[in-house]
């Protein structure tokens, strides 16, 4: 596998935290200190899918193919309006494709997931272009009068297009049962026969545990994938973390003793965008020319489930 093409798009309201201010108990640098979020992209008049399918446009443009040369689409989503159909399905409509779709849920891991699952077609099945889409909105998720967990989260979508190459050099992803550190539940529809309990709600989220098994997990994919590929930390031109909380981030980097240079950030920006988090700011970098060929990208992200995943990308766009 190998990435050709890169696009992303953001909903056009900007909610900074002076913004929150007025209904939360809270403050600029209460917020800042404690994530390193300043603002954050929230969906008001956008629908997700609109901005998902901006963002296969701009990726299918970037790598230079039409949409009936997609082959293949693997859409990570954790909540949309839609129950049914897959986001996938509503996407491929919109943007004109007409190949097989496919929707994963695997939290903030998505896109390594997905990079995982698309590795794997290109090498078994008669395919050679596969468009990742990544679209959330955790905004409708979060319960906001909670100032805990609604201040971490912004809306996007982030797309790459990925054909048959050999760029992918080691990967892992992993799960490891730890639902009550992050979850959300919600009531479904009524029946004349439901007799149990159910909860419905924001989401729930353990701040300590999350951060512990962020950073320990983290940790071990990156020294495992690492090691996968036959490099040290210092091969590794660019770190690009899931974008959650710059605490997480610099302990990484502790981790690896690398310096704060080859960790781009923008969720000062941007916030917390679930799977949206690397290949938006993947797209970031690729169009600010900050992405050189043949350099060696370590991508890491961790979420609810609890899962995890790490891998080693050279870069040959």
């Given at each position: 596998m190998r990435i050709i093409g890169t696009g992303s798009a953001r909903p056009s309201l900007v909610v900074t935290n002076a913004m929150l201010e007025n209904f939360l108990d809270t403050s600029d640098e209460w917020i800042?200190?404690?994530?390193?979020?300043?603002?954050?992209?929230?969906?008001?008049?956008?629908?997700?899918e609109d901005l998902a399918a901006t963002a296969c446009r701009n990726a299918m443009e970037n790598a230079g193919v039409t949409p009936d040369q997609i082959d293949y689409i693997i859409c990570s989503n954790v909540v949309n309006e839609y129950v049914t159909p897959g986001l996938g399905c509503v996407i491929q409509g919109m943007i004109g494709a007409t190949c097989p779709t496919m929707d994963i849920n695997c939290a903030c891991t998505g896109f390594i997931y997905a990079l995982d699952v698309a590795e794997a077609f290109l090498a078994t099945k008669d395919i050679r272009n596969i468009l990742i889409i990544c679209a959330e909105e955790p905004t409708r998720m979060m319960n906001w009068?909670?100032?805990?967990?609604?201040?971490?989260?912004?809306?996007?979508a982030g797309a790459v297009v990925a054909t048959k190459g050999d760029d992918l050099k080691a990967i892992r992803v992993s799960t490891h049962c730890k639902v009550e550190a992050l979850y959300q539940k919600r009531k479904l529809q009524p029946t004349p026969f439901v007799r149990k309990e159910e909860e419905d709600g924001g989401v729930v989220m353990n701040g300590q545990d999350v951060f512990k098994l962020a950073v320990s997990s983290s940790i071990k994919d990156i020294d495992k994938v690492l090691t996968m590929a036959g490099i040290t930390p210092d091969d590794i031109s660019l770190y690009l973390l899931h974008q959650a909380n710059v605490r997480i981030i610099e302990a990484i980097q502790h981790f690896v003793q690398q310096d704060k240079s080859k960790f781009p950030v923008n969720l000062s920006k941007?916030?917390?965008?679930?799977?949206?988090?690397?290949?938006?700011l993947m797209d970031d970098l690729n169009r600010g020319n900050q992405l050189k060929t043949g350099e060696l990208l370590l991508l890491s992200a961790f979420g609810a489930g609890f899962t995890t995943g790490a891998c080693v990308l050279r870069w040959s766009k």
């Open positions: 800042v200190t404690r994530t390193g979020i300043h603002e954050r992209r929230v969906i008001s008049s956008e629908r997700l009068k909670d100032r805990s967990s609604c201040i971490l989260f912004g809306d996007a941007y916030g917390n965008t679930s799977s949206a988090s690397i290949p938006a």
